[in-house]
Each structure stands twice: as structure tokens, then as C-alpha cells.
């Protein structure tokens, strides 16, 4: 986790909006990978953190599947990568700040209570939620200040 | 569309679950991307048809939104495609089998209805619906067929 935020502060000096993730396996205690949001550097609005370590690490791993690593990242995910997560079979998934407006697992479509849902990972919600709340806040006042 | 069955088709040959989406340029008249469901053969839990047509069709335009363009899927997209969709701005989204069991326009979460969804796209679905299932239902029928 504390290397999700050294990122994410990264991340927001390039413009994006200061999220990161990181796949982890807890047996070999091994970060597999570590990607930040990167939707504008890339033009790519798919390039979000978890989907960017999703992919990183399973091509690592060569597999499209990670039933023995966890997640984390610094925010909420939302529908789109609260979904990959779940295709990606992560085993366990830890979350920095609660995400209100775009957040899909304790807010909006609440993605693993839906009666579709495939695969539930275990979730533990608020991990560093100041810190994480901080680095979105600061970004966003920066951003607004000409 | 025709497109899109043509190529869902061929994906379904090489082990994939046989799903295409096209990205369409509808003032060009141009198909700007075309992809498969590449998950197996790329160890990639996020390669959806939609997310990679998505990705390759920023790509080309190098912009991380399409708002001038469609989208036509041969299969009612999942959570992530979906949220996907809606995150590059894609105008009008055309797709063909409903899917009670994946599908999250108009079964699930129902993610273009959720309270905190974000840009939502028009919906058309059924298009081309009994081919769009009657492939998934053949590839199925196969794979089960020692």
C-alpha cells in the first residue's frame, strides 16, 4: 500500500488523476505489478491503475487468471475495473478512499451484491483513506488554481 | 454489424468466446477498429472485444475519448465493457444477444441506470439478436462435444 501511494503522488505530477495500484502475492511476498492511472498520457480511457497491474501482472504470470494475489489501490474501484478484478479471479481486494460519485463496490452500482455477479473478491475498504483522500484533494485544488 | 458477426464467428474458431466489437465512424462512414475477444490467447482477463476495438480506436485517433463515433457489439456488453463504453464518450452503442447472465445495460447492475453513472450512451439492443445467439450457442455446443 505504501508503495500504491509513492506512485499515485507520481501519477498526479503527470497530470493524471492521482490513482495506483499494485497486484500482490502474499505467499512469495512479491509485488507482481504496479501501474498508475493512464488515461490522458496514454489516450487510452480504459488505462486506468487496476486494469494497467491487472494486465501487467498476467502477462507476468502468463495467465489470464491471479486466484493467488490480492489488490491494492488507493481508491475505490470503479464498474469498469471492480469487473477485471473479478475476471481476474484476485483473491482478496484493498481499497484507500471511499469513492462516492464513481466508486462501484460500497457505492453506485455495488457491482459484487448484484445478482450477476460472477466472481466476489474479499474487500477491506478505507486502508490509508486520510492519505489517499489527501492526494485526490491536493491534485484537484492544484488543478483548479490558475 | 455484418462485420462484427464475420469476425466473432473466426474468434470462436480460435477457443474464444466468439464476441466482436466495431467501432464505426458514422459521419465518415468508416470502421475506425474492429476486435475479438482475445482473453485466452492473450492472458488478459480485460481483452473484451469492446475494451480492445476501444483501445485501438483511441489509439488511431490518439484521443482518450470517441464521442463522434458508434459502437456494435454482437453480444450485450459485461460491467467493465459497458463502463468502458460510457468512459469513451461512445455515442450510440448497437448490440446484438441480450445476456441475463453477463450482460449490464439491461440486465444486472444495469449500469447505464445506476445512480452515479456517468455518461451514458443510447442503447439499441437485439440487433442481429438470433444469429448473436445462436453463435454463442454453437461454440458452447462444441466445447462441450468431446
Known amino acids: 500500500m505504501e508503495k500504491a501511494f509513492e506512485n499515485a503522488q507520481k501519477a498526479g505530477k503527470d497530470g493524471e488523476i492521482p490513482v495506483c495500484a499494485a497486484v ?17 498520457n496514454d489516450s487510452d480511457p480504459t488505462a486506468h491503475a487496476e486494469i494497467l497491474a491487472i494486465r501487467e501482472a498476467c502477462k507476468k504470470r502468463n495467465a489470464p487468471r491471479l486466484p493467488d494475489c490480492d489488490m491494492y489501490v488507493t481508491l475505490e474501484p470503479c464498474p469498469m475495473c471492480a469487473a477485471a478484478v473479478s475476471f481476474a479471479r484476485i483473491r482478496r481486494l484493498y ?52
Open 24 to 40: 500482490f502475492d502474499p505467499l512469495r511476498r512479491e509485488i507482481v505489478s504496479v501501474a498508475v492511472n493512464r488515461t490522458e
Open 95 to 146: 481499497f484507500g478512499a471511499y469513492s462516492p460519485k464513481t466508486g462501484a463496490v460500497e457505492h453506485g452500482c455495488r457491482l459484487y451484491d448484484s445478482p450477476t455477479r460472477l466472481y466476489v473478491p474479499e474487500v477491506y475498504g478505507g486502508f490509508g483513506e486520510k492519505r489517499a483522500e489527501q492526494l485526490l484533494k491536493t491534485f484537484f485544488e492544484t488543478l483548479r488554481t490558475p
